[in-house]
């Protein structure tokens, strides 16, 4: 048996002198670093980190998210999945820091007491992991619940990449911040051309479209309003922990951060039994066991670095079914070159100078395929007027609490404005209850006769 996994993997990795081996994984880099350099930049400014700190981050997120990947392909599931920091932990942050700024609570204060949450959440994960707990909490995230996650993950992340594409500050906005016109057309414009060749070009080009979009955006940005310094060149690596803030205890965050811990488990089913098909193959106890404990030591290291903590990239799906790069050695040599751009200083200066609209653009494009996730699971659930309410509930709620402002949470105590306060969570959270305490199946419409 072991055997035959080695030659497998032999077999896998020996078309390794192939150019379009490497060209897929190029294009798996660039799909890494569209997802990964935005999250240290729009953090850091949101913390109001300095120059060094900020270059410091960007660089750890280069280093550890090139072993995560590294890690989970050869160790833990062993599929090409994006292992990165995560988009739901990465939403309730930037959420949580205009929400904590209205409530008069300092950065400090807020970064240090994320850094305690996600420590603990960390700890649970390993648990989970090392235990053997992952099969038996995946059952609790049935199709109902995934379906309302997808299409919610994929509702708040495109709100953020809009903001992006329309020149708007993402995280602590100032509240004069306005669309910038000339870069929303730009911005736009590309990402209309990037949809018309998925839908419209073969696959065998369609499949660069990410690639393509990043390289002559970047250009078109950088001829019509010149380079973009998201980081001084003067800025340099300084190795510190706790970049976010030194550990603080203000419980309500500390207790938003596990909450958010533990649904973003939600991230590793979606991404291994979305992944499924592509693989012709169920995923197994140890792929779980494997996966959930790495995600869980690396969003320790998170915790320690000021990083946003791990998980599978469910966006991996639609990036996998869009370009069929479904082999692991193009993503294996994509994440060996993200890993490296994090050891070459000049290599990480000149990469975080991607104009954040342009990076925030490709996501948007790549993004939308949530939607086909999320029409995946509710596929298999069968809603009809009687039972409605086991989706409608959840979305609707989550989506008006998402458009409220920060200040209508005021009047709540404090320790439960965090968690209430935002959408998707709630959203997670509401659909997690009534999946799972509701019997939907046996409610039936009423018979027409």
């Known amino acids: 048996m072991e055997q035959n996994k080695k030659k497998e993997m032999k077999k896998e990795f020996s078309g390794l002198k192939e150019p379009s ?13 569209a997802n990964i350099v935005i999250i240290p930049l729009t953090v850091g400014k949101a913390f109001k980190l300095g120059q060094d700190s900020i270059i410091t981050t960007l660089q750890l997120s280069f280093l550890v998210t090139g072993a995560a990947c590294l890690l989970q392909a ?3 599931h062993k599929r090409a999945i994006l292992e990165g920091q995560s988009g739901l932990w990465w939403g309730m942050i930037l959420s949580i820091v205009s929400m904590a700024t209205a409530q008069g609570t300092s950065l400090g204060e807020l970064g240090g007491s994320l850094t305690v949450g996600i420590l603990i959440s960390a700890v649970l994960n390993i648990a989970i992991g090392l235990f053997g707990w992952g099969p038996a909490i995946s059952k609790l995230f049935k199709p109902g619940v995934m379906a309302v ?17 329309l020149g708007i500050p993402m995280g602590n906005a100032p509240d004069d911040a306005k669309i910038k016109l000339s870069v ?6 590309i990402a209309a051309i990037m949809i018309f060749i998925n839908v419209k070009a073969p696959v065998k080009y369609s499949k660069y479209s990410l690639l393509g979009g990043i390289v002559v955006g970047w250009i078109a940005y950088a001829l019509i309003f010149g380079p973009e310094h998201s980081v001084k060149t003067d800025a340099s690596f300084k190795f510190q922990l706790f970049n976010l803030g030194k550990p603080a205890w203000n419980i309500g965050i500390i207790v938003m951060a596990v909450i958010t811990g ?5 991230n590793t089913f979606g991404a291994l039994k979305g992944t499924e098909n592509l693989y012709d193959e169920e995923t197994s106890k140890k792929q779980y066991k494997r996966s959930l404990t790495i995600s869980g030591v690396f969003s320790g290291l998170s915790g320690l670095f000021g990083l946003v903590p791990y998980a599978p990239f469910v966006s991996s799906i639609g990036f996998l079914e869009q370009s069929g790069i479904v082999k692991r050695l193009p993503f294996v040599i994509g994440s060996v070159l993200f890993f490296m751009m994090g050891l ?12 954040l609209s342009i990076g925030s653009m490709v996501l948007f494009v790549a993004y939308l395929q949530l939607l086909n996730s999320s029409m995946d699971f509710f596929k298999k659930i069968e809603l009809n007027k009687q039972n409605v309410y ?14 409220m402002p920060d200040s209508y949470f005021s009047s709540l105590p404090k320790v439960v404005q965090p968690i209430v306060g935002n959408g998707l969570l709630m959203g997670i959270l509401i659909a997690l209850i009534l999946e799972n305490t509701v019997k939907w199946n046996r409610i039936k419409p009423p018979s027409k006769n």
């Open 74 to 76: 050869f160790i833990g």
């Open 149 to 165: 996650f997808m299409l919610l993950f994929g509702i708040q992340l495109i709100q953020i990449f809009l903001k992006g594409m």
């Open 344 to 355: 070459i200083p000049p290599a990480a200066h000149f990469f975080s100078n991607i104009p």
């Open 184 to 189: 929303a057309v730009l911005t736009l414009v």
């Open 262 to 266: 533990l649904m973003n488990l939600a």
């Open 21 to 33: 081996q490497w060209i897929a994984g190029i294009e798996w880099f660039f799909f890494i670093f």
């Open 390 to 403: 086991r989706s409608a509930i959840p979305l609707f709620l989550a989506i008006v609490i998402m458009i």
